[in-house]
């Protein structure tokens, strides 16, 4: 561990920001520069998305990864995203300080959940910056598949196709590989902070997603919550795909929810980067990439003629992403990522289990807190008194995503119904949900609060 | 009841967060307190039973060499996960060196020496395990 590691580590992150965040200024705008401070975060997720989306295709086609590469391309996405800029006219950013957003109250509210997320971050980072690898999946596969990416410049074959998790996609040890070039040297020990790195970003993208759409106390006690939760806790900065692709998936389910409400073509874009993104990071990003969009299909029936075109657009955009990292393992006689014949040939007495295991493990207090019963109260109020639509849009997506757990487990006949990590990764998938539910509490308690639904766009 | 949904959230968050915290600020002293070879190891710790045998091959195999994991009966001084796991977590530690059948370097788990005839032994430590080199 040397300053020179975290300040490389540090620059590769500021990179990754300002390609996203250019991203974010072609396609929204961004008029000042309070706007950029606020997005950041989702910019610097976007930014992560599309470096990982973009370098997985230049490794499927053989392209070498290095330092310079690396640094070009961070050049390039940014320079071609500045020139869409540009080209629509978008301004650069002027003036700091808005038009007054809130009170007193509402200040010192945001001010306290800053600070003490903030706090927590800190101790995390400590925690991170000599941390040690000790998890099984990481060493095993994980971090092996991105010290090949560095040391032999492209998805070797020895290493990814005889390794652990042959089929699981690659923007986890691209990101890695990026980190050890930054770094200087493969240190398995402050790459570490290239996973806080991510938590903070992520953590950054959901507040300034939300800041404007829903009251600060809303925002920054979910946030808390789903922050201190036991299961995140010991999690968040293990260096395996779990913590990005559920960020990836919550800040691209966000952006569709708010689509729904204000119909911005922006998000849009974003939806499809972060999607595709998370398709590329775990098996599972592809599935909850399409119960989201299938469930925003649905949800947006009554404007379909204009929203239906735009959705297959965002759905198109994911698959093109997705497909030729499946081409390649394929190519190289790698299967195994779809169940067998979809679970079909599963038992009716294996349904009812693999129900009740996704049940007992969305309930257990001692991963997930009370978050999941909070999560109950925020939907019943949100029905009562709040955005009808709203909830039910939510609804419907986390009745899915339960459900898709429930099915990843019936259908793979190998997995034991067990909440045991090691043999069912029910928790891991788990994790998107509660992570999903703490993003949407304060939508749903917030349009309670107001007293009424907003009016559609 | 958003009033309520407020209290319950609040209450978890007073009773869970300075567990988060003080359990972020107990890793971090851990992690600080280790040694810098416990660190660079991690989870082979609990894998390989020497870590001698881990810096010995860095040292012996060349960046571009080949080796191979040879493993006997369980001895003395392994751990349960030593036959299962060593050589994945070998295939990760050496990493640029790869692995092959016919490898030059063989890293010896207690096996059969004579399996190997003319190898010269490179290093010898504890428990059974050596690093073995094929003479050309």
Partial sequence: MTVRAIAGLAALNLGLAVVGTSFLWAARGLPRWTDVLRLSGLGYLLGVAVFGVIWTQLLVVGVPFGGWAVLATLVAATGVCGAVGVRRGRSVPRGLVGPPTGSSLSLFVTASGIALVGLLLEALFRSARLQSLQAFDAWAFWVPKAKAIYFFGGLDEQIFTTSAGPTYPPIVPILDAAAFHAMGSVDVVTFHLQFWFLLAGGVAAIAGCLYRHVPPWALWSSLLLVLVVPRFGEGLLTPQADVLVDLLFVVGALQLTLWLRDGQGWRLACIAALFAGAALTKREGLLYSALALGVTFGASWPRRRSAWPRLALVAGIVVAAAIPWRLWYRAHDITGEAPPSLGASASLHRALDSLRLSLDVLFDVSLWSVVPFVLLLALAAAFVWGDRRLAGFITALLVLLFLGGAWVTYSYPGLPITANEALNPIVRYTGALVLLAGVSMPLLVGSAWEDGPEAPP | ?136
């Fill in chain 2, 1 to 136: 009841m958003v009033a309520y949904w407020l209290l319950v959230v609040l209450v978890a968050i007073v009773v869970r967060y300075p567990g988060a915290f003080t359990h972020a600020n107990e890793s971090a002293r851990a992690n600080a307190a280790l040694d810098v070879f416990d660190r660079e190891v991690g989870g082979g710790n609990s894998v390989i039973p020497d870590q001698a045998l881990l810096f010995a091959a860095r040292g012996s195999i060349p960046a571009d060499g080949t080796f191979t994991v040879a493993m006997g009966a369980p001895q003395e001084g392994w751990t349960d996960l030593t036959v299962t796991f060593a050589e994945t977590f070998l295939r990760y530690f050496l990493l640029p060196r790869r692995t092959a059948p016919d490898a030059r370097w063989i890293l010896c788990f207690g096996c059969d020496r004579s399996a190997y005839p003319g190898a010269a032994v490179e290093w010898e430590g504890d428990d059974g395990l050596s690093i073995l080199k094929r003479v050309p």
